[in-house]
């Protein structure tokens, strides 16, 4: 049986990606990792240096736990997982990855939505990484919706959605495709959607399609 970490910095994302994983991945042990204080550190602009270490630090323990794939389900740590990949030879997804090249695919300009300022660079920075692989040129418009996780944090579900579903109604009058950048941003996909004339990728639902197509493969 295959074993997969997933490895995670909010909380709240542990039973989210627990349920995804268990019918997605019939025949996968999946285990899961929470360390909160590098996104926490990150959001505070702490130095990097000593937050890669500590990433580093935490995919060598999953692997030592027997991990044959490593997933690491914040956007924020999307540049430290490239210094990861050089110190580890299991191979290791962030959760963005299917997400961003699906949006590249679907759409020159591409509107990302984010509620925390350290996962603009990485977001971005991704999908022209992408659109580089895949020979693509995009537009890329990434918008901080304010106050969203703030609110997110002390409990105000309400609050951090209507915040969110509001900056995609401006979003896409200018955008073929909206990407929301965060897993605590999935479950707004499938309404924004459906009130909007452009597809919304959220990342939860993409990466497990790509886990499947990769851990089931005969």
Known sequence: MKRVAFLHTVAALVDKFRALAGPALPNVEAFHMLDESLLQDLMRQCPVEGITRRLVTLVG??????????????????????TARRCHQVPILKI???MAERA?????????????????????????????????????????????FAA???????????LVQAAAEKLAARTDVIMLAQASMAHLAEPLAA???????????????ALRERLLQP
């Open 61 to 82: 323990l999953a692997v030592d736990a027997g991990a044959e794939l490593v997933v690491f389900t914040c956007s924020s740590t999307s540049p430290l997982i490239d």
């Open 152 to 162: 997110l944090q002390r409990g105000d579900r309400a609050e951090h959605d209507e």
């Open 195 to 209: 009130r909007l004339p452009l597809p919304v990728l959220a990342s939860p639902p993409i990466l497990m399609e």
């Open 96 to 98: 963005d990855d299917p």
């Open 104 to 148: 590249v695919r679907l759409g020159e300009r591409i509107g990302v939505l984010c509620t925390t300022n350290s996962t603009v660079a990485p977001s971005s920075e991704l999908l022209a990484h992408h659109a580089a692989r895949l020979g693509q040129t995009v537009a890329v418009e990434a918008v901080l919706v304010d106050n969203a």
